[in-house]
């Protein structure tokens, strides 16, 4: 007679845990998800929307924003900011044409040592020639190097995610450029504080 071979059930083996925002967010709940272990749930990324944490205008639906999961203890795991970015779809609905757009692409450094790379975009009203996008490109870049280096990364992700740093540089702009529409349309940690000491120190 065969032996029976005992089936593990995996699913029944996973704990679940509650997964945190980090202090620029309050630490809110953001996801309660299942694990096989704490270590295989390190670098694991949630991805959420902005209104999911304010719970409040609809549009806030068009912005995404990825955290990735850094410590797990007990049934609570912490995370740290990884990526924010517009949806596709709002996205392709800002395209109009017969406008011009403009990206800049910079890396900046929050006064405790995070670094981040920063893709703006900017959309104006009606065709722009080769100074003028170049004019634009440098109102951006002096905004965030100016601001920047002066936010710690809790600042700097509250500036990016509730548009502070899009209406400096709309602000900035429109004194010289009339623009429709300016944002930060992807931003993304290259390097933690920790990981740029490590590579200092190399």
Known sequence: MARKTKVKDKWREKKWVTVYAP??????PIAYIPITGDE??????IEVTLFDIL????????YKIYFQIDKVDGEKATT????????????????RRGSTKINYITECKTKDGHIFRIKVIALTHKQLNA???HALRLIARDVMNKT?????????????????????????????????????????????AEAEIALLKA
């Open 148 to 192: 920047i280096p002066q936010m710690s990364i809790d600042q700097f992700v509250q500036a990016t995610c509730y548009g502070k740093i899009n209406s400096d540089i709309m602000a900035a702009a429109k004194k010289v450029i009339r623009i429709r529409h300016v944002g930060l349309e992807k931003v993304k940690l290259v390097r933690t």
């Open 40 to 45: 295989h749930a390190k670098g694991r990324v």
């Open 131 to 133: 100074s003028r996008m």
């Open 55 to 62: 719970k409040g205008d609809p549009s806030q639906y068009q």
């Open 23 to 28: 202090d620029s967010f309050n630490n809110i």
């Open 80 to 95: 740290i900011f990884k990526r924010y970015e517009y949806a596709k779809e709002f996205l392709r609905s800002l395209i």
